[in-house]
């Protein structure tokens, strides 16, 4: 009999108790199982194999037996649903649940990792929200961006020490003093629907790209783009640009089909990358190897992502960038399987390549003088607003941060004199819980000053949407850079195109950052990007414009099932490169 059968069974002894020896008769529990005696005698053998109950049954007529059952109904549920979860059946495993909701994202917690089902690797994990379009020509968070890198390619990629590699372009060279690049595409390239990638999808991409807002300053000096083959690809700059190759490896450059970035309603898009998208709803979202991807085929057959409520479970076993304790890591995973190195889990963490920080809006409806931005740079350091989230009970994973990168040269500023500061401050933030955490300790301690801080918090796109349209009018910004993998050139560009900095900082300072940061593409090559940009961030520091408050800890925890896994720039698993032994 199978284990549902015989729980609907197990469901009827549950008035005689858990833990409790009673004294009966086979024919009572008959009755009970609305049964025969002989296929009663069957059913709690078959339950004591199962370690559900005890039964002791003493010969002779009307002799009375020994009947203990060994678990609650509810844990028995969990366990079996547990089984059905791991081997990929949860329609099944929530009918164990009876369709509950807040049970089964306990259980998708619990058993998230890797798995081995009909030879085939299947990861699961879960996630907190549900996830955007996948689109890079939208404006996306970290975790979104972590999945353009799935579902896309691009021309090239760039790794952390600024060193290009080939992905769709096989090759590419840049001429006339850095103003002309060819790139040379592979052939027999397609997008998970099977259309052609060739040299004019190419052209006919870049061409729409650079007409929308997110695209127009970085590619700005951009002057004619064309396709001299089906295979080559020339674009011609207006101006010197020695890391346009790295420019181009970003996340929002990934190659995908015009007609997308024209108009697409469909959750599914098309990508060119190594897994294809075949769910995406407000429950789940569900990755699959792409086997006409161009380079080495993803190990992992399958991804599944379960979006639940994070409060369905009170040990949060698995987490995905989100670092909402400072003693325990803020991502771990936890395999499916039980193993000997289950009491000594493998450990990976990494100081995260971001900030958050405070900008001082010059531009708002009352902007602070130096004066009060000085002092206000001395009150709100990253150690104070810490300790104040800590008597909050809302630490997070992070270290304190002098500078907007980890490995850049701390800026210390001298101690400001005690200045008036208005009695009334707005400070603007986005919906993201540890900047509302650090706002609300800013809050307080501006409070001791006899300073009434308004928060106002708007959405991740609304926030740029109002500094783009020069809206942006609370004094005080609160918001966090996050680099991709292509460090470098992502790192110009939160210089470059960030709207909230330029917005923040003034007209004048707006145009020298501009004109550094376009001198700097000019003469600088792309493996040289981090050393340069460090002066230019620290000008920024130091002129009180800005005030870095926190890197992210970023870790990841998992057992032995997960084999050399790593740890992305975005907190997120490599997760094409998971293997399971067998």
């Not at 203990?68 to 329609?91: D, F, H, P, W």
């Not at 479970?313 to 304790?325: D, G, L, S, V």
């Not at 340069?532 to 998992?558: C, D, G, M, V």
């Amino acid at each position: 009999m199978s284990e549902l059968n015989l729980l609907r069974y197990y469901v009827r002894l549950q008035p005689m108790g858990v833990g409790v020896a009673v004294k009966t008769t086979l024919q009572e529990v008959a009755d009970l199982l609305f049964t025969t005696p002989r296929h009663a005698r069957s059913l709690l053998t078959q339950m004591q194999q199962a370690g559900w109950l005890q039964w002791q049954p003493k010969s002779g007529r009307n002799q009375r037996s020994q009947l203990m059952l060994n678990i609650e109904l509810a844990s028995l549920k969990e366990q079996l649903a547990t089984t059905r979860i791991r081997a990929g059946k949860y329609e099944k495993a929530l009918a164990i649940l009876d369709q509950d909701q807040n049970a089964f994202g306990r259980l998708l917690k619990n058993t998230s990792g890797a798995s081995l089902r009909a030879g085939r690797l299947h990861i699961q994990l879960t996630y907190k929200r549900p996830f955007e379009q996948i689109l890079p020509h939208h404006l996306q968070r970290s975790s979104e961006r972590f999945l353009i890198r799935q579902l896309y390619c691009c021309l090239l990629s760039c790794d952390k020490d600024g060193q290009l590699h080939p992905e769709l372009a096989h090759h590419w060279r840049s001429e006339d003093d850095d103003r002309k690049w060819t790139f040379y595409l592979r052939p027999g390239l397609t997008f998970h629907n099977g259309a052609a990638i060739d040299a004019s999808t190419i052209v006919s991409l870049f061409a729409k790209l650079s007409s929308l807002d997110l695209y127009r300053k970085e590619l700005a000096h951009l002057d004619n783009i064309v396709d001299q083959s089906p295979l080559k690809v020339v674009f011609t700059l207006k101006q010197s640009d020695r890391g346009f190759a790295g420019l181009i490896a970003g996340v929002r450059y990934a190659i995908q089909p015009v007609s997308q970035v024209n108009a697409t309603q469909s959750p599914l898009v098309i990508g060119s990358g190594p897994f294809e998208l075949v769910e995406h709803s407000e429950v789940q979202f569900k990755l699959r190897a792409f086997e006409n991807y161009f380079a080495c085929r993803a190990i992992t057959d399958q991804v599944t992502i379960w979006l639940i409520d994070e409060q369905t479970a009170a040990r949060k076993q698995i987490e995905t960038n989100q670092p909402e304790a400072s003693h325990e890591p803020c991502n771990h995973y936890v395999n499916s399987r039980k193993s000997a190195q289950e009491s000594h889990p493998q450990q990976q963490s990494r100081v995260e390549d971001g900030c958050l920080l405070l900008m001082y809006n010059q531009t708002g409806r009352n902007a602070f003088s130096p004066a009060q931005r000085r002092y206000l740079s001395g009150l709100l350091t990253p150690q104070r607003v810490q300790s104040e989230i800590a008597k909050m009970n809302g630490s997070f994973g992070s270290v304190t941060a002098h500078n907007l990168l980890p490995q850049w040269q701390a800026v210390v500023r001298p101690k400001a004199e005690k200045v008036k500061l208005p009695k009334q401050i707005d400070l603007a933030i986005y919906n993201y819980k540890v900047l509302s955490h650090c706002a609300r300790a800013i809050q307080s301690l501006l409070a001791e000053q006899g300073c009434r801080v308004t928060i106002q918090t708007y959405s991740y796109r609304g926030l740029d949407q109002k500094a783009r349209e020069g809206e942006l009018s609370e004094a005080l910004i609160l918001t966090n850079i996050s680099l991709d993998d292509n460090r470098h050139a992502s790192a110009f560009c939160n210089l470059f195109s960030n709207p909230i900095l330029h917005a923040c900082i003034g007209e004048t300072a707006s145009e020298w950052l501009d004109q550094q940061l376009i001198a700097l593409r000019a003469e600088v090559p792309l493996v040289d990007y981090l050393d340069k940009l460090e002066p230019i961030a620290s000008a920024l520091i130091n002129e009180y414009w800005i005030s870095p408050l926190f890197h992210h800890l970023q870790t990841l925890r998992f057992h032995g099932v997960l084999q050399d896994v790593a740890l992305t720039n975005w907190g997120w698993p490599d997760i094409r490169n998971v293997w399971a032994a067998e």
